[in-house]
C-alpha cells in the first residue's frame, strides 16, 4: 500500500511538471491557448492578441440610404419636388447610375435599396433615419446630411457644433442596436461657400436665392462688405468643423468609411447645379455624386 500510494505522488508530481513546462512553453513561444500569437504586457507576461478589424466588404448586396433633399433628388427633376429615382445613393435612373445601381446592377437595386432620406432634414432628425433605414438590414448604409444645419436665416441659428455630434453619435448608436454589422459610408457636406461663388454668376439664380434658400450663405450674394464676408466664411468652417465630426465619430466605428473630404473639395460648376434653384444637384451632380461615391466604398482603402 506504502510503495502504491509513493507511485501516484511521484506520478502527481510529474504531471504537474509537464502542466508547468507546457505553460512556460506557451509564454516562451508567445502564443494562447487557442494557438494564435500572444502579446506581452509590460512585466511580459503573454496576453491574447485583439481580434482583427472587420475587412471593408467592397461590394455589398443591400444599400439603405439617409440624409436630407440632396439624397432625395429635391429639385433635380421638376421645381419643388423630391425626384428619389435620380437620387445618387439609390436613384434608378440610367444617366445618373447611382451607387447602388453601380454596386448591385438595375434589377437587383429595386429590391434592394432603399432610400429614407427627408428633404429639410437636419443632423437632429438622423437618429429616427437610422432607425427606419436599420429595420432593412442592409449591408451598407449612406449619409450624407449637414447643409442644413449650416443652411439656416442667420449665423447664429446654425446648429451648434457640439449638438451636430450628439446627434451624430446618437444616429450610430441607433443603428448599431439593430444592425451591428451594416457598413456605414459618410459622405462630407458640401462647401457651401463654393455654391455661392458658382451660383452668383448666373443672374436667375441670384434671383431665386432671394426667395430665402440658405441665407446665411446665399442672402444678399452680390454684397461684398466685410460683414458679408465675415458671414459666409463663418458657415463655412461651421461646415468644416461638421466635416471634422463626422470624421472623427466615423474613425471609432471599425465598419464605418468618411468619405475624406471628397464631396467637400470636389470643384463643381454650374453645369452640376439644379436648373431651377442653382443650390440642389441636378442630374448632373447627382452623377458626380454616384461617382465619387462608387470609388471610395469599392477603394482597398478608407480614403487618405
Same mark, same amino acid.
Given at each position: 500500500? #506504502?510503495?502504491?500510494?509513493?507511485?501516484? $505522488?511521484?506520478?502527481?508530481?510529474?504531471?504537474? =511538471?509537464?502542466?508547468?513546462?507546457?505553460?512556460?512553453?506557451?509564454?516562451?513561444?508567445?502564443?494562447?491557448?487557442?494557438?494564435?500569437?500572444?502579446?506581452?504586457?509590460?512585466?511580459?507576461?503573454?496576453?491574447?492578441?485583439?481580434?482583427?478589424?472587420?475587412?471593408?466588404?467592397?461590394?455589398? %448586396?443591400?444599400?439603405?440610404?439617409?440624409?436630407?433633399?440632396? !439624397?432625395?433628388?429635391?429639385?433635380?427633376?421638376?421645381?419643388?419636388?423630391?425626384?428619389?429615382?435620380?437620387?445618387?445613393? !439609390?436613384?434608378?435612373?440610367?444617366?445618373? +447610375?447611382?451607387? %447602388?445601381?453601380?454596386?448591385?446592377?438595375?434589377?437587383?437595386?429595386?429590391?434592394?435599396?432603399?432610400?429614407?432620406?427627408?428633404?429639410?432634414?437636419?443632423? %437632429?432628425?438622423?437618429?429616427?433615419?437610422?432607425? +427606419?433605414?436599420?429595420?432593412?438590414?442592409?449591408?451598407?448604409?449612406?449619409?450624407?446630411?449637414?447643409?442644413?444645419?449650416?443652411?439656416?436665416?442667420?449665423?447664429?441659428?446654425?446648429?451648434?457644433?457640439?449638438?451636430?455630434?450628439?446627434?451624430?453619435?446618437?444616429?450610430? *448608436?441607433? =443603428? +448599431?442596436?439593430?444592425?451591428?454589422?451594416?457598413?456605414?459610408?459618410?459622405?462630407?457636406?458640401?462647401?457651401?461657400?463654393?455654391?455661392?461663388?458658382?451660383?452668383?454668376?448666373?443672374? =436667375?439664380?441670384?434671383?431665386?436665392?432671394?426667395?430665402?434658400?440658405?441665407?446665411?450663405?446665399?442672402?444678399?450674394?452680390?454684397?461684398?462688405?466685410? %460683414?458679408?464676408?465675415?458671414? $459666409?466664411?463663418?458657415?463655412?468652417?461651421?461646415?468644416?468643423?461638421?466635416?471634422?465630426?463626422?470624421?472623427?465619430?466615423?474613425?471609432?466605428?471599425? *465598419?464605418?468609411?468618411?468619405?475624406?473630404?471628397?464631396?467637400?473639395?470636389?470643384?463643381?460648376?454650374?453645369?452640376?447645379?439644379?436648373?431651377?434653384?442653382?443650390?440642389?444637384?441636378?442630374?448632373?451632380?447627382?452623377?458626380? =455624386?454616384?461617382?465619387? #461615391?462608387?470609388?471610395?466604398?469599392?477603394?482597398?482603402?478608407?480614403?487618405?
Amino acid at each position: 500500500m #506504502a510503495e502504491r500510494s509513493s507511485r501516484r $505522488r511521484v506520478q502527481g508530481a510529474g504531471a504537474t =511538471l509537464t502542466a508547468v513546462a507546457l505553460a512556460g512553453a506557451a509564454v516562451l513561444t508567445g502564443c494562447t491557448s487557442d494557438g494564435r500569437p500572444a502579446a506581452r504586457s509590460g512585466s511580459g507576461a503573454a496576453v491574447p492578441s485583439p481580434a482583427p478589424t472587420p475587412a471593408w466588404d467592397a461590394s455589398p %448586396a443591400s444599400v439603405a440610404a439617409v440624409g436630407d433633399s440632396i !439624397t432625395r433628388g429635391f429639385d433635380a427633376c421638376s421645381v419643388l419636388a423630391d425626384c428619389p429615382e435620380v437620387s445618387w445613393a !439609390t436613384g434608378s435612373d440610367g444617366g445618373v +447610375r447611382s451607387l %447602388a445601381v453601380r454596386l448591385l446592377g438595375a434589377s437587383k437595386a429595386a429590391s434592394h435599396s432603399w432610400n429614407h432620406a427627408v428633404s429639410g432634414a437636419r443632423m %437632429a432628425q438622423l437618429p429616427e433615419q437610422m432607425a +427606419r433605414a436599420a429595420k432593412d438590414g442592409p449591408e451598407l448604409v449612406t449619409v450624407m446630411i449637414g447643409a442644413n444645419d449650416a443652411c439656416r436665416d442667420s449665423v447664429r441659428l446654425m446648429t451648434p457644433v457640439a449638438d451636430f455630434r450628439t446627434s451624430f453619435e446618437a444616429s450610430m *448608436r441607433q =443603428l +448599431r442596436a439593430s444592425a451591428p454589422t451594416s457598413q456605414v459610408y459618410v459622405s462630407s457636406v458640401p462647401d457651401l461657400k463654393r455654391l455661392w461663388s458658382t451660383g452668383r454668376e448666373n443672374p =436667375l439664380g441670384k434671383q431665386i436665392w432671394k426667395l430665402g434658400i440658405c441665407r446665411s450663405m446665399l442672402g444678399d450674394a452680390d454684397d461684398m462688405g466685410a %460683414a458679408a464676408v465675415a458671414r $459666409r466664411d463663418a458657415v463655412r468652417e461651421r461646415v468644416v468643423a461638421y466635416n471634422e465630426v463626422l470624421r472623427e465619430v466615423c474613425a471609432r466605428d471599425e *465598419r464605418c468609411r468618411y468619405d475624406g473630404g471628397a464631396v467637400f473639395d470636389y470643384r463643381f460648376t454650374g453645369e452640376q447645379l439644379s436648373e431651377w434653384d442653382w443650390f440642389h444637384p441636378g442630374r448632373n451632380g447627382q452623377a458626380r =455624386l454616384a461617382e465619387i #461615391a462608387y470609388r471610395n466604398v469599392t477603394a482597398a482603402g478608407p480614403p487618405a
